[in-house]
């Protein structure tokens, strides 16, 4: 592999990143992946399925993410979405009893600077 070409950005389970949602289109790139950078300070690495608990946790938190909001693009998020979520803030649902489940092929490996892979395991959804 020559320094041009890029590596394969990975998961937490080391495996190469799968995108995670295409509609609505997430990440911080809003490329459908759970890819990260520096500039992505919320680390929004975390692939989700949302819930009607963890919205209302969210919105409670300060993060209204249901109210759509089409000045920005931002259709508002519905339980069942996929969604690339700040891996701190699902670290903080998790610690409340309000974690959405996760899917680990989608979830960035960067996720685990926050989160630790057991907790991460315990909401799986693509773990057979």
């Given at each position: 592999?020559?320094?041009?070409?890029?590596?394969?950005?990975?998961?937490?389970?080391?495996?190469?990143?799968?995108?995670?949602?295409?509609?609505?289109?997430?990440?911080?790139?809003?490329?459908?992946?759970?890819?990260?950078?520096?500039?992505?300070?919320?680390?929004?690495?975390?692939?989700?399925?949302?819930?009607?608990?963890?919205?209302?946790?969210?919105?409670?938190?300060?993060?209204?993410?249901?109210?759509?909001?089409?000045?920005?693009?931002?259709?508002?998020?519905?339980?069942?979405?996929?969604?690339?979520?700040?891996?701190?803030?699902w670290q903080e649902a998790y610690e409340a009893?309000?974690?959405?489940?996760?899917?680990?092929?989608?979830?960035?490996?960067?996720?685990?600077?926050?989160?630790?892979?057991?907790?991460?395991?315990?909401?799986?959804?693509?773990?057979?």
């Amino acid at each position: 592999m020559t320094e041009q070409q890029e590596q394969p950005e990975l998961n937490v389970l080391g495996e190469p990143l799968v995108p995670c949602a295409l509609d609505p289109i997430t990440g911080f790139y809003r490329d459908g992946s759970c890819r990260t950078c520096e500039e992505d300070t919320g680390s929004h690495t975390v692939c989700v399925e949302l819930t009607a608990e963890f919205l209302s946790f969210s919105r409670a938190a300060g993060n209204d993410l249901s109210t759509p909001h089409p000045e920005f693009g931002f259709p508002g998020l519905r339980p069942g979405d996929r969604w690339c979520l700040c891996a701190p803030r699902w670290q903080e649902a998790y610690e409340a009893g309000a974690a959405p489940r996760v899917f680990l092929l989608g979830t960035h490996a960067g996720a685990l600077a926050h989160v630790d892979l057991a907790s991460l395991k315990e909401f799986a959804r693509d773990l057979s």
